[in-house]
């Protein structure tokens, strides 16, 4: 496949990064998206490992994509978010089989965004969008890195707008990201991207 057929293939799908502040990040970015979005939604949120979330129930509640934590061997639809279980990674194949790990943890963290990230790499290329929004450490900066040298495109919520910058800074300090935006521009330009893309 040439480098031009690479490049016209549309985005197929969107994976996305938070921890402290998250919830509130992550209403916002899915609240901006319709519910007719041609692209699934994994998301690594760092959670609690000892008790059970509500989270998917309250982001379902708050968006008009159906949200659902993942299961290993789920095939992930569009218009759909895929959220990481407490204390599973999260990760996808080239035909958006998920699976869920509970192998070691990175950088003291499972779920790990860079994992995610590494994967969706791996899987997708230049079709995927990462998406790196509030939250403290640097999980996501290794792996912005592996999408955008594969050719995929990077998102990161300015930090001067994040609830805690750690995650958004560590990930714009790496040069891999395409776009810095406030958090409530974001959905918009995922959407155009993934459109735009889809027409082309």
């Given at each position: 496949?040439?480098?031009?057929?690479?490049?016209?293939?549309?985005?197929?799908?969107?994976?996305v990064?938070?921890?402290?502040?998250?919830?509130n990040?992550?209403?916002?970015?899915?609240?901006?998206?319709?519910?007719?979005?041609?692209?699934?939604?994994?998301?690594?949120?760092?959670?609690?490992?000892?008790?059970r979330?509500?989270?998917?129930?309250?982001l379902?509640?708050?968006?008009?994509?159906?949200?659902?934590?993942?299961?290993?061997?789920?095939t992930?639809?569009?218009?759909?978010?895929?959220?990481a279980?407490?204390?599973r990674?999260?990760?996808v194949?080239?035909?958006?089989?998920?699976?869920?790990?509970?192998?070691?943890?990175?950088?003291?963290?499972?779920?790990s965004?860079?994992?995610?990230?590494?994967s969706?790499?791996?899987?997708?290329?230049?079709?995927?969008?990462?998406?790196?929004?509030?939250?403290?450490?640097?999980?996501?900066?290794?792996?912005v890195d592996?999408?955008?040298?594969?050719?995929?495109?990077?998102i990161?919520?300015?930090?001067?707008?994040?609830?805690?910058?750690?995650?958004p800074a560590?990930?714009?300090?790496?040069?891999?990201?395409?776009?810095?935006?406030?958090l409530?521009?974001?959905?918009?330009?995922i959407?155009?991207?993934?459109?735009?893309?889809?027409?082309s």
């Amino acid at each position: 496949m040439t480098a031009e057929e690479l490049q016209a293939d549309p985005y197929a799908i969107v994976a996305v990064a938070s921890s402290a502040g998250g919830i509130n990040g992550l209403v916002k970015l899915l609240g901006g998206f319709d519910a007719a979005l041609p692209v699934p939604v994994l998301v690594v949120q760092h959670l609690d490992p000892r008790h059970r979330t509500v989270l998917a129930e309250i982001l379902d509640r708050r968006t008009p994509l159906s949200v659902k934590l993942a299961e290993t061997g789920e095939t992930a639809r569009p218009g759909t978010v895929y959220l990481a279980p407490p204390d599973r990674h999260l990760l996808v194949d080239s035909g958006g089989v998920l699976s869920l790990s509970s192998s070691e943890l990175v950088h003291f963290l499972r779920p790990s965004a860079d994992l995610l990230f590494e994967s969706v790499a791996g899987a997708y290329g230049p079709q995927a969008i990462a998406c790196v929004l509030t939250g403290t450490g640097t999980d996501g900066a290794m792996g912005v890195d592996a999408v955008r040298s594969r050719g995929g495109t990077v998102i990161a919520q300015d930090p001067e707008t994040a609830e805690f910058r750690g995650m958004p800074a560590a990930a714009v300090g790496t040069g891999s990201v395409d776009y810095v935006l406030p958090l409530d521009e974001i959905a918009a330009v995922i959407s155009g991207l993934v459109e735009t893309k889809r027409r082309s």
